[in-house]
Each structure stands twice: as structure tokens, then as C-alpha cells.
């Protein structure tokens, strides 16, 4: 099984509509991120939580909330779908380490289409 | 602002032709510089962490290294199977920094 899950895998929604992606992992780690993805943007963090009490707001935050319900559950919802939110979704998870640097792992991502 | 440019943004290869994907970085304070593999469709798969100027690791037929402003990710003798976008990320300093700065990626084609 993988370590990471995401679901649902494909999405497709239309506008206004309020849809929520999921994450969930079995690696034991604390933290967990989530990015989206863009041809030729690169991956760009939307939120991250270091614990089940500490999210943190990434650098494309604006028109999503998470929710962190467990250490290895971490959903990302948007309230009100528009289509420039269509893009290819990852949740990453790593495990605070020494020295502070943590390798991240990903999910497979989910790919979502707001018309 | 860390930031994070890949180069060449594609690269087509023959099978067994030797090359070098680049990586040039700005981050005041480098805890790490990861190298990641996605197949399309996929989520990344990770590969390498550097620390410090001068580190290198290697897996099969890549190896990373790393100077103070850039990192280079060789590719020797690369097989079919090696045709992936290799994506390059930073991580910074400070207790708010401690997400992954990425750059576009490199699409690698290698042909038999």
C-alpha cells in the first residue's frame, strides 16, 4: 500500500461549487503539505502543517482552507471552485528531523478540472 | 525571496549520450537542496538532499553536486527508462521557511 493517499484521484467540478481533496498517510510523519501544480510553474505551496495544532498559510493560500484532522489526515477544501484553480494537486509529508531539514514525500496527486 | 531556475527546460537525449541538468538557486541560508524525479502523471519521487558546497551523492547513473550558488544533477549513459522531469528544490532557513522552494523542472527524453 502506499504510504501516502490521495482522493480523489480525478475531480471534476463546476464553478462555485465547494469541493475537498484528502490526504492521508501511513509513514508516521508530523508534518504535511500541500501544493499545486501548473505546466510550467513549478509545484507552489498553498498550506503546510507542522502538527495537528500549527497550519500555516503557503505563498498561493488565497481561495482554499485545510484542516488538519489527525496527525496523518490533512484535507484541502475550497470553498468556491473557479476555473483557475484547475490544477494538478500533491500533499507531501516529512518527519521533523535534526538540524531542520526534512525530505518531503509525496503523494500521487489529484487532478481537479473547475469548469 | 529564495527562487529556484532550471535549465534547460527540455533535454532530448540518445540513449547513452551523457549530460547535465542545472540548477541555480538563491536562498539566504541553505539547509538543503533536493532533487526529485516525476513520471507524468505522478507525484515526485525523491532523490538526492545536499547540505553544503562541494557534497555529492549518487544513485545508479546520476549524480548531484552542489557549489554555493548552483546545483548540477549528471546524467551518465542514461537508458530510455531515465525519461522523466527532474525538478530541483531549496529549503531555507528560519522556522517559517521550512517548505520546499521548486523550480519548473527539466523535461528529459532519452531515445533508444
Known amino acids: 500500500d502506499a504510504d501516502v493517499t490521495q482522493t480523489p484521484r480525478n475531480r471534476i467540478t463546476k464553478t462555485g461549487k465547494r469541493i475537498m481533496l484528502e490526504c492521508s498517510q501511513t509513514?508516521?510523519?508530523?508534518?504535511m503539505y500541500w501544493y499545486r501544480q501548473d505546466p510550467g510553474l513549478g509545484l507552489r505551496l498553498i498550506y503546510y502543517?507542522?502538527?495537528?495544532?500549527?497550519?500555516n498559510k503557503g505563498e498561493i493560500s488565497d481561495g482554499y482552507s485545510v484542516s488538519r484532522q489527525a496527525q496523518a489526515k490533512f484535507s484541502l477544501s475550497l470553498e468556491s471552485a473557479i476555473p483557475n484553480q484547475t490544477a494538478l494537486y500533491f500533499c507531501?509529508?516529512?518527519?521533523?528531523?535534526?538540524?531542520?531539514?526534512?525530505?518531503?514525500?509525496f503523494g500521487p496527486g489529484t487532478r481537479l478540472t473547475v469548469l | 525571496e529564495d527562487q529556484v531556475t532550471q535549465s534547460p527546460e527540455a533535454l532530448r537525449l540518445q540513449e547513452g549520450e551523457s549530460s547535465s541538468l542545472n540548477c541555480s538557486y538563491t536562498?539566504?541560508?541553505?539547509?538543503?537542496l533536493f532533487w526529485y524525479r516525476q513520471d507524468p502523471g505522478k507525484g515526485p519521487e525523491f532523490l538526492f538532499t545536499?547540505?553544503?558546497a562541494g557534497e555529492e551523492k549518487e544513485k545508479e547513473r546520476l549524480k548531484a553536486t552542489l557549489t554555493k550558488k548552483e546545483s548540477f544533477l549528471h546524467i551518465t549513459a542514461p537508458k530510455p527508462e531515465d525519461s522523466a522531469t527532474y525538478l530541483c528544490?531549496?529549503?531555507?532557513?528560519?522556522?517559517?521557511?521550512?517548505?520546499?522552494?521548486f523550480g519548473s523542472g527539466t523535461r528529459l527524453q532519452v531515445q533508444p
Open positions: 509513514k508516521g510523519h508530523d508534518r
Open positions: 545536499l547540505y553544503s
Open positions: 528544490a531549496v529549503q531555507g532557513v528560519g522556522t517559517g521557511r521550512r517548505a520546499l522552494t
Open positions: 507531501a509529508t516529512s518527519r521533523t528531523g535534526s538540524g531542520g531539514t526534512d525530505t518531503q514525500y
Open positions: 536562498v539566504s541560508g541553505l539547509r538543503g
Open positions: 502543517s507542522f502538527d495537528v495544532k500549527d497550519i
